[in-house]
Structures are given as C-alpha cells and as structure tokens.
T-cell receptor, first 115, second 112 residues
C-alpha cells in the first residue's frame, strides 16, 4: 500500500461549524504533514508531525487544530473558519532516503469551502 | 530555508525534451534538491531528488552543477500527459521530518 488517503474529498461548512479532516497512511512513515493550497498557488506547509509529536507549526491560527492519534492517522480539526480558509487541504507522509533527504507522498486532498 | 526561483510557465510540443531550471543561490550544505509534479486537483507527486552532479530515473534527469546554486529538471520526449505544474524544492535536512518549502512552480503546457 503506497498511498495516502484523505476524507472527505469535498467539504462545505459554515463559519460556525466544527468539522474534521482525516488522513491515513499504512506505509510505516513516521512523519506526516498538513498543507494548505489556494488556487494557482504552491502548497503551504501548516503542520508537521514526527513520531506522533507536533514538531512544526507554521504559525497557523488556532481555528485549525491538528491531531495525530497514532502513526497511521492524522486529523485536522476545524472550528470557526473564515471564507478565506477555503482551499485544498493536502496531507502527506514522508520516508527518509539517503542522508537527510526525504520523499513526500501526498494524498489527493480535501476541497474545503467555507460559507 | 533556501528560496527557489523558477520560470512561471513553459510551452513545449510532444516528443521534445524539456528542461526546467531552478535557481537556489543560498542553498545550505546539507540541503537536497527535489522536484514534484502536480496535476489539477491532485496532490504533488515526487519526480526526482539529488544532491550534486547528475541523477537519472525512469521518468527524468536532474542536473546539478558543482556550485549547487541551480538545478535543471530534464524531461525526455514529453507527451500531452506531462502537462502539469512542476515544483523545485530545496530541503531543510535538519529536522526529523524533512521540512521543505515549495517554490512558485513552473506550469508546463505540452501541445500536440
């Protein structure tokens, strides 16, 4: 199994809603990531988990709350989002290659629309 | 993190070789150079990675000069299905999780 799965594929939520995005991988990778991608822009790193611990938070607003329940699962809890948070949310995991290099495997993303 | 600069867009025709160059003037000693491909509404896909000189795999080659301040992704004999955005990344190898920052990407359009 060499894929990262994300659910749901599409999500529409109001500004007062609470929802969660889910990401799963069974490749034994110990690093997992959340990215946000706006249309025609590159992915922007949000969070990095390493061995189930949050290692990087790129100054993301607290209305986004990540969680890593185990080494295969990564969640992103959403609360009180703004319309400008509408984007494609990508999950990735990585495996170490030679030296300090990594190959990231991306999921297909969740298309989020905040109304 | 080293910043990367790529052309915004490139056009090519089927069957041609395409070379996309990326500049990364402040690359660090332990940074690797990685290229990803992304189709619309999909996640990026790893293409190739290198540290110095030349790396080749079944889909592409990566040329890195001795000063490592730039790199060139070479796609041999492109087809219409190679139309995508190509991202050059220079990684921070100091963390367990291999943090890298995506550049703005190059939109490659392959015409028949």
């Amino acid at each position: 199994d060499t894929e990262v799965t994300q659910t749901p594929k599409h999500l529409v939520m109001g500004m007062t809603n609470k929802k969660s995005l889910k990401c799963e991988q069974h490749m034994g990778h110990r690093a997992m990531y959340w990215y946000k991608q706006k249309a025609k822009k590159p992915p922007e790193l949000m969070f990095v988990y390493s061995y189930e611990k949050l290692s990087i938070n790129e100054s993301v607003p607290s209305r986004f709350s990540p969680e890593c329940p185990n080494s295969s699962l990564l969640n992103l809890h959403l609360h009180a989002l703004q319309p400008e948070d509408s984007a494609l949310y990508l999950c990735a995991s990585s495996r170490r290659l030679a030296g300090d290099s990594y190959e990231q495997y991306f999921g297909p993303g969740t298309r989020l629309t905040v109304t | 993190l080293a910043k990367t600069t790529q052309p915004i867009s490139m056009d090519s025709y089927e069957g041609q070789e395409v070379n996309i160059t990326c500049s990364h003037n402040n690359i660090a000693t332990n940074d690797y150079i990685t290229w990803y491909q992304q189709f619309p509404s999909q996640g990026p896909r790893f293409i190739i990675q290198g540290y110095k000189t030349k790396v080749t795999n079944e889909v592409a080659s990566l040329f890195i000069p001795a000063d490592r301040k730039s790199s060139t992704l070479s796609l041999p004999r492109v087809s219409l299905s190679d139309t995508a955005v190509y991202y050059c990344l220079v990684g921070d190898g100091n963390t367990n999780a291999g943090k890298s920052t995506f550049g703005d990407g190059t939109t490659l359009t392959v015409k028949p």
